[in-house]
């Protein structure tokens, strides 16, 4: 991409007025695979409270982790994304879906409101659900449970194990089985 002189001031500028407020830039190798990229039709920098928003079709991108929304902000004190409104989750074949998420990268995802995730032939829902990213689990709270086909497992918290296929339920649980 070329940019012209105005953009390289307008940047240039902006870098100033950031380091001037005391907010630390760091700028990395464009491919570091610790980057995270972030595309929205419209954003909103805040100085002041420290905070990037963004708007309509968001896109986020780190490695192989991708999330979609509708709305972000970016607290850069928290270095924390708050996402809103048509969240998905996408990493290899594991979809996750919820009505807000907070995330941290490159270690979690948590959603908030109505969570359900897919995975193989593995279906959850909850309430709420945290994705550890590097542990590759999925931990479902509130009214949780997990289908594979005729099994079902239901319960308050209920932990799912990507790599190893496995689920685990705290508290008190029920669990079906059909021989179909």
Do not use: W
Not at 91 to 117: C, E, Q, W, Y
Not at 127 to 137: G, H, K, L, V, W
């Amino acid at each position: 991409m070329l940019l012209n002189q105005a953009t390289i001031a307008s940047f240039q500028r902006l870098e100033h007025r950031l380091m001037d407020r005391g907010i630390p830039l760091t700028f990395h190798d464009i491919t570091s695979e610790d980057d995270t990229f972030v595309r929205a039709d419209v954003f909103h920098i805040d100085l002041q409270k420290k905070l990037i928003n963004g708007d309509s079709d968001i896109k986020i991108r780190q490695n192989d982790l991708f999330l979609n929304a509708n709305t972000l902000q970016y607290d850069l004190s928290e270095e924390q994304l708050n996402l809103k409104e048509n969240v998905r989750v996408n990493k290899g074949l594991l979809r996750i879906k919820s009505h807000k998420a907070i995330a941290k990268m490159p270690d979690f995802v948590r959603t908030i409101g109505n969570s359900s995730f897919t995975y193989k032939d593995f279906n959850g829902k909850s309430q709420n659900s945290e994705y550890d990213i590097n542990a590759a689990t999925i931990v479902l709270s509130g009214d949780a449970q997990i289908k594979q086909g005729t099994r079902l497992v239901k319960g308050k918290n209920i932990e799912f194990d990507i790599e190893e296929e496995r689920v685990r339920s705290t508290g008190r649980a029920k669990i079906k089985f059909s021989t179909e």
